[in-house]
């Protein structure tokens, strides 16, 4: 069946780096944009990063541009975030979801995966 | 504080309809027909059921639709039923530098 996994996540120090990743299945993960979203504790959705089906854009949200980078491997059917210098507020979980259009995204997200928690304390 | 404004709770009983609106400007939500609608259960991860401002995907009831008049948007559930009660989230692409912005969020609660 269609399906995204999340790993990585973890508990890290501010300032430190953290990379997750999204396992794909059952779908041509190479036709689809995918995206990055995250929900700190008890607060509401923020959209992080969109790369292109082959990697040919990618567009950040201000709160991490110049720190988080996205990525994927379209012969692993996985997607990436590098995270560098965490901050308290990053802390999160964080969702990968498949846009619900091929090729070009219309940044409506489909399929989603369980998320995984990224808590940034000292 | 979002960028996209809905209203912190609605409620109704279960047969009523409901419509939680999404009022954002012209950079987004007036701007674009790029609207979706998100339903999310705790603990649990979000669910599309309104995409492109009205269309449904497959598999959500007809009795979840979506408008969209100048910079407001909103999602309507008719015939309330207990498993809709549900936290409800919109959003839209934005011309701006942060290209999706999303609403705060409407919990809904069905008496």
């Known amino acids: 069946q269609v399906q995204l996994v999340e790993s990585g996540g973890g508990v890290v120090q501010p300032g430190r780096s953290l990379r997750l990743s999204c396992a794909a299945s059952?779908?041509?993960?190479?036709?689809?944009?995918m995206h990055w979203v995250r929900q700190a504790p008890g607060k509401g959705l923020e959209w992080v990063a969109v790369i292109w089906y082959d990697g040919s854009n990618k567009y950040y949200a201000d709160s991490v541009k110049g720190r988080f980078t996205i990525s994927r491997d379209n012969s692993k059917n996985t997607l990436y975030l590098q995270m560098n210098s965490l901050r308290a507020e990053d802390t999160a979980v964080y969702y990968c979801?498949?846009?619900?259009?091929?090729?070009?995204?219309?940044?409506?997200?489909?399929?989603w995966g369980q998320g995984t928690m990224v808590t940034v304390s000292s | 504080q979002s960028a996209l404004t809905q209203p912190a709770s609605v409620s109704g009983s279960p047969g009523q309809s409901i419509t939680i609106s999404c009022t954002g400007t012209?950079?987004?939500?007036?701007?674009?027909?790029?609207v979706s609608w998100y339903q999310q259960h705790p603990g649990k991860a979000p669910k599309l059921m309104i995409y492109?401002?009205?269309n449904r995907p497959s598999g959500v009831p007809d009795r979840f639709s979506g408008s969209k008049s100048g910079n407001t948007a909103s999602l309507t559930i008719s015939g309330l039923q207990a498993e809709d009660e549900a936290d409800y989230y919109c959003s839209s692409y934005t011309s701006s530098s942060s290209h999706v912005v999303f609403g705060g969020g409407t919990k809904l609660t069905v008496l």
């Open positions: 492109e401002v009205s």
């Open positions: 979801a498949r846009d619900q259009e091929v090729l070009s995204p219309v940044y409506a997200f489909d399929i």
């Open positions: 059952g779908f041509t993960f190479s036709s689809y944009g």
């Open positions: 012209s950079s987004d939500v007036g701007g674009y027909n790029y």
